[in-house]
C-alpha cells in the first residue's frame, strides 16, 4: 500500500504537536469531539432543508469508547462521514492555514503558543496518540474506507468495512515516558470530566459507558461493578443557560473551545431578548489583536444560528466595521434556515439584531471603560485604532457612537485619556481642546509648537498615530469644543506678552518678504513669533490641512503630493534673530544662508525631510568657520 506524504505545512506542524511539551494536551478531546459535532450539523442541516431526508434525533449522538487493554480511545460519530477523496483534502493538509504563517512570524521554541492559540483541530490527536486511525462512511455512500498515519511519516488510505455513516477516530495513546503520565487519558474518569470540561454544550448527546458500583440487588453489602451507557453532557448551549449558572471559567472556556482567540477575552456580553425580535448571544470583546487583525485578510463576523442550528460561521451583517473585533454567537428563533447570504442581508429581523448589537457592545465598552479602566486601556491600545477608523469613515456617521470611546495620551496626565476627561477639566478662558500630532510621545513633547500652549497651563492631546487626526477632523468638536492643532497659526490664546505687536511687525516687514523670497515658495509666510521661548524658529500653518496630514497623506500609495501651506515662524525675542537681524543689514550673502538653514531646522523639528541634506550641512560648516 502506498505511503502518501503530508503537504510540507502539515508536516512541520505535525512534528510540533508530537515533540512539544505541552501542558494543555487534553483539548485533542475537544476537537474530535467538534469535529463529530461539525459532521452532525451538516446531515441535520441537509435534513432540515431537504424533504427526502428525515432525521431522526435519536439516531445522532457521538460515543466514546476506552479500551485499556489495547491502549484506545475510539471516538466515533454518525455525522455525514468522508469520501475517499475528502479523508485525503481533509486530513492530509493543515486545516487551519492562517496558523503556519502565524507560527513562522511568532516562532517560539517548543510550540507551545501555536497549539494553545490555534488548537490545531484534527492535528492534535497527535498529542496524545503515536497512531490515528479514521474508518468513515460518507452519507449516501456504499463505500467506506480507513485512514492511518502513525505521525509525520505520512498516511495511507485502504478501502474497509463499517455499518452505517459516520466517523470513528481510533487513538493509539502513546506510552508514558518521564515527562508524561499518557495513563490518564485511558481512566473513564479523566475523559468525563474533560467533557464536562470543554464540551458540555455540544448539542448531541456524547455518550460513554461508564462503570458504577452498585448493590448487588437482593443484597445488603455485596457490591458489583454496572455499566451502563450515559450521557455526560448537558447538551444546553451555554448561550440558552442562565447567566447565574455560570462562571466566567465558563465563558473563558468557550472562548477557547470556539477558536475566536487564543487570549482571554477583557469582557464578556450575555444577553437573552424577547421582543421585536428574540435571540440569545454571547459576544467578546477580546484583549489582543489577531495576528492579521490589520490586514484585509482579516475577516469579522459572529456566528448565526438560527434556533439552535449553525446556518452562518461568520455574519459580517451583525457587526459593524468599526466592531469588527468583537466575536461570539448569535441565535434566534426568528430567522429562517433555508436562508441565503444575499436575503439575510436585506432580513428586517436580522437588521434588527445587528442594531441592538451594536448598542450592547458599545454600552459594554462604557461600562469597562468606566468600571476597569485597566483592562479597557489594554483592549484600547490593541483596538483603538479600529474606533478611530470607525469615526473617520463614512464621513463620520458613526461619530456619536464612538466618540465617548476614544483615548488619547494627556501632557498633564502622562496616560490615557477620554475626551470628556480633558472637557471637564479645561480652565474656563481656555476654548479649545489642544492636541499636538507626532510620530511618538517623546517627539510631540520637544515640539516647539507646545510650549505656549503648555506655559498657559492648558493639556495637550497628543496624536501619535496616522489616522487621529484625520478622525478628529471628522468629529471636529466634543462638547461643543471644537480641536485645535497646537501648529496652527491662530491658537486663540491671548496674551499680550506673547501678541507681536505692530511696530514690531513694521519694523521687520522687509526682512521678512526678503526671506519668504530666498525660499521661493517652500513657505507661504515667514513672521514674526513670540510664542516661542528656547526655539528659534517653526513651522505653523494656515488652512485645513495641517503639517502632519500633509505627511501621512504624502507617505500613501499613489499620493497626490498635496501641501500644507506652512508658515514660518521666527523668534524675535532669540538671540539668533538679532544675527539674523545684522545679516540682513549688512551681509546679503550670510543672510541668505542663514535663511536657508533657520528653514531647514524647522523641517528637521517638524520631522519633515530636507531636500538637499548635503547643502544643509555644508551650510552649517560655513557658519561654524
Ligand atoms: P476544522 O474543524 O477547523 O475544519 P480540523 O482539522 O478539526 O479543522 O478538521 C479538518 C476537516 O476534516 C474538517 O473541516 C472536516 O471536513 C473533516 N473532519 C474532521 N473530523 C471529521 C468527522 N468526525 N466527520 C467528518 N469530517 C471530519
Ligand atoms: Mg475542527
Not at 122 to 137: P, Q
Not at 151 to 164: A, F, L, Q, R
Request: hydrophobic fraction near 30%; proline fraction near 2%.
Amino acid at each position: 500500500m502506498e505511503t502518501k506524504q503530508f503537504k510540507a505545512e502539515s508536516k512541520r506542524l505535525l512534528d510540533l504537536m508530537i515533540n512539544s511539551i505541552y501542558t494543555h494536551r487534553e483539548i485533542f478531546l475537544r476537537e474530535l469531539i467538534s469535529n463529530s459535532s461539525d459532521a452532525i450539523d451538516k446531515i441535520y442541516y441537509k435534513a432540515l432543508t431537504d424533504d427526502s431526508i428525515t432525521f431522526d434525533k435519536d439516531n445522532y449522538y457521538i460515543k466514546i469508547y476506552i479500551d485499556k487493554d489495547n491502549r484506545t480511545i475510539k471516538i466515533s460519530d454518525t455525522g455525514i462521514g468522508m469520501t475517499k477523496e475528502e479523508l485525503d483534502d481533509n486530513l492530509g493538509v493543515i486545516a487551519k492555514s492562517g496558523s503556519l504563517k502565524f507560527k513562522k512570524e511568532n516562532d517560539t521554541e517548543d510550540g507551545h503558543d501555536i497549539i494553545g492559540q490555534f488548537g490545531v483541530g484534527f492535528y492534535s490527536a497527535f498529542l496524545v496518540a503515536d497512531t490515528v486511525t479514521v474508518i468513515s462512511k460518507a452519507f449516501g455512500s456504499d463505500e467506506a474506507y480507513k485512514w492511518e498515519s502513525k505521525g509525520v511519516e505520512g498516511y495511507t488510505i485502504e478501502p474497509c468495512e463499517k455499518d452505517s455513516a459516520g466517523t470513528d477516530i481510533i487513538l493509539k495513546i502513546k506510552e508514558n515516558n518521564e515527562d508524561e503520565n499518557y495513563d490518564e487519558y485511558l481512566e473513564e474518569y479523566t475523559i468525563k470530566s474533560i467533557i464536562k470540561k470543554y464540551s458540555d454544550f455540544i448539542r448531541y448527546p456524547i455518550k460513554m459507558d461508564v462503570t458504577e458500583r452498585k448493590l448487588k440487588e437482593g443484597t445488603e453489602n455485596e457490591y458489583e461493578d454496572i455499566i451502563e451507557e450515559k450521557t455526560i453532557n448537558s447538551r444546553v448551549p451555554i448561550w440558552r443557560k442562565n447567566k447565574n449558572e455560570l462562571t466566567d471559567e465558563d465563558y473563558d472556556n468557550f472562548y477557547a473551545e470556539k477558536h475566536y482567540g487564543y487570549d482571554k477575552p477583557i469582557k464578556h456580553i450575555h444577553v437573552s431578548v424577547d421582543g421585536m425580535v428574540s435571540y440569545n448571544s454571547i459576544l467578546y470583546i477580546p484583549e489582543k489583536t489577531p495576528y492579521d487583525f490589520y490586514t484585509k485578510d482579516y475577516e469579522k463576523g459572529l456566528e448565526l444560528y438560527s434556533n439552535g442550528v449553525m446556518i452562518m460561521n461568520k455574519c459580517s451583517d451583525l457587526v459593524p466595521d468599526y466592531f469588527s473585533f468583537v466575536k461570539g454567537i448569535v441565535d434566534s428563533e426568528d430567522l429562517s434556515l433555508n436562508i441565503s447570504r444575499e436575503i439575510l442581508q436585506h432580513d428586517r429581523q436580522l437588521k434588527l439584531i445587528a442594531k441592538n448589537i451594536k448598542t450592547q457592545i458599545k454600552n459594554g465598552l462604557l461600562d469597562t471603560l468606566k468600571n476597569e479602566r485597566d483592562k479597557y486601556e489594554k483592549f484600547y491600545n490593541s483596538f483603538g485604532r479600529q474606533l478611530k477608523y470607525g469615526v473617520y469613515s463614512e464621513f463620520g456617521a458613526h461619530k456619536e457612537d464612538l466618540q465617548d470611546l476614544l483615548m488619547f495620551y494627556s501632557s498633564k496626565e502622562k496616560k490615557l485619556v477620554t475626551l470628556d476627561e480633558y472637557v471637564s477639566r479645561m480652565p474656563e478662558d481656555q476654548k479649545y481642546i489642544y492636541y499636538a500630532a507626532g510620530e511618538s510621545i517623546e517627539r510631540i513633547e520637544k515640539l516647539p509648537q507646545t510650549e505656549m500652549v503648555s506655559d498657559k497651563g492648558y493639556e495637550i492631546l497628543y496624536f501619535t498615530e496616522d489616522i487621529d487626526e484625520f478622525a478628529i477632523r471628522m468629529l471636529m468638536s466634543y462638547k461643543e469644543k471644537e480641536f485645535k492643532s497646537v501648529s496652527s497659526g491662530d491658537l486663540g490664546i491671548e496674551d499680550k506678552d506673547q501678541e507681536v505687536t505692530e511696530s514690531e511687525e513694521k519694523e521687520n516687514k522687509d526682512l521678512f518678504e526678503s526671506m519668504k523670497t530666498i525660499l521661493d515658495g517652500k513657505v507661504k509666510t515667514v513672521k514674526a513669533s513670540k510664542r516661542m521661548k528656547k526655539y528659534p524658529v517653526c513651522l505653523s500653518n494656515e488652512g485645513d490641512l495641517t503639517i502632519e496630514m500633509e505627511k501621512v497623506l504624502n507617505s500613501m500609495p499613489n499620493n497626490e503630493n498635496v501641501k500644507a501651506e506652512k508658515v514660518l515662524e521666527i523668534n524675535i525675542n532669540h538671540d539668533v534673530f538679532k544675527s539674523l537681524k545684522e545679516a540682513y543689514d549688512n551681509d546679503k550673502d550670510k543672510f541668505n544662508l542663514y535663511t536657508n538653514v533657520l528653514y531647514n531646522q524647522a523641517l528637521l523639528i517638524e520631522g519633515l525631510p530636507i531636500n538637499d541634506p548635503v547643502e544643509f550641512t555644508n551650510n552649517i560648516c560655513k557658519i561654524m568657520k
